[in-house]
Structure formats: structure tokens, C-alpha cells
């Protein structure tokens, strides 16, 4: 079985800071890697995955992450946020090309961006 | 907005009574999650149906079971409900690389 954890629960910076969401997972097979973000009232929304090929993957707002197979990490960083970034974010781990199937969170990071 | 829909928003029972969840997936979506999330935490993988049958289980009881239906939905459903049942209910539907999730239904158990 693979477990995920996410280190910080809460991570308070300033608007314009850069911020790192820092993840580790823990599996005997091979495993592909997401990060979703959770605003408030909402569903999870898929930020950016890593299924193959380059290490580094970015997402369309500016967040980015970098698969370490060797320190089984896949920590998330963005090198300015913004107020409207403040969310609780999950990363989880899936064994399986179908996915969503068997697919495991961490408890999330609560993001809060302050002006 | 996923194309996903829950239904109902909020639903309060007791101890004991049964519940159906039910979630309407975007047209096309092969599968369907269903995912627990307590206050606080993570959301836990309950269950998967592919092409209306289960494809993988989490470590829920049986008394969680479920259904995916022809025409893109599906239902949760959870039989003798627990004080522990309390959380939000979330399920996503998509294809074999991308999945959409729903905006949860919350359910408290008294």
C-alpha cells in the first residue's frame, strides 16, 4: 500500500513571498503523483501531475513541482503567490493509468496568503 | 465547474438509518470515485466503478456499497449509519487520464 505525507498543516506567507508545499510519499510499486487544491465550499480541483517523462511539472497558474524518486518527494512551490491562492492543497498518490483508482491524500496544507 | 453534480448538498441522519448519494457525471466518464473527507483531512478512496463494475476497493466496511449507471451517474449508498459516518462525501468521474470531482455532499449523522 502507499501512504502520503504532507509535513506542514499550515503554511502563512505574505503576498508576493515564495512558498514551498512540501510532500512525501511512501510506496512498493510505482506510483503517479498529484497535487489538488480545495478552496472553500468547493470540490478538489487537479493542480498539476506527474505520470512520466520529465521530473519537473508546472501548472497554468504558476505552481510547480518536482518528482524526487530518490527522496520519494514530490514538494510543490510557486515563487509568488498571490491572495487568491490561499486554499488547502493535497497531494496524492495513485498505483494505477486508471486514475482516481485506489488513489491516497495526505491530510493537506492550508495556504493562507496575507497582503 | 467540472460538469459534476451532487446531490443532495447537506443531509442530516441518525444513527442507525440508511443513506443514497448521488452523483451525475460529465457525459463520456467511464469512471466514477467515491472518496470520504472527515473534517480536517484528506479525502479516503471508498471505492471505483469502470464501465458499471467495481475496479478497487478501499479499506471501508461492506456496508458502503455502490452503483454507476448507463447514463453517466451513480450512487453511493451506506447502511447502518455511525456517529463516524460524518464528513464530506465527494465522488469524480473521468476518463483513464483526468478526473473531475464533485462538490460533495455533506452528511452528518447524529
Known sequence: AQSVTQLDSQVPVFEEAPVELRCNYSSSVSVYLFWYVQYPNQGLQLLLKYLSGSTLVESINGFEAEFNKSQTSFHLRKPSVHISDTAEYFCAVSPYPILGNDMRFGAGTRLTVKP | ?110
Open chain 2, 1 to 110: 465547474e467540472t460538469g459534476v453534480t451532487q446531490s443532495p448538498t447537506h443531509l442530516i441522519k441518525t444513527r442507525g438509518q440508511q443513506v443514497t448519494l448521488r452523483c451525475s457525471s460529465q457525459s463520456g466518464h467511464n469512471t466514477v470515485s467515491w472518496y470520504q473527507q472527515a473534517l480536517g483531512q484528506g479525502p479516503q478512496f471508498i471505492f471505483q466503478y469502470y464501465r458499471e463494475e467495481e475496479n478497487g476497493r478501499g479499506n471501508f466496511p461492506p456496508r458502503f456499497s455502490g452503483l454507476q449507471f448507463p447514463n453517466y451517474s451513480s450512487e453511493l449508498n451506506v447502511n447502518a449509519l455511525e456517529l463516524d459516518d460524518s464528513a464530506l462525501y465527494l465522488c469524480a468521474s473521468g476518463l483513464s487520464n483526468e478526473q473531475f470531482f464533485g462538490p460533495g455532499t455533506r452528511l452528518t449523522v447524529l
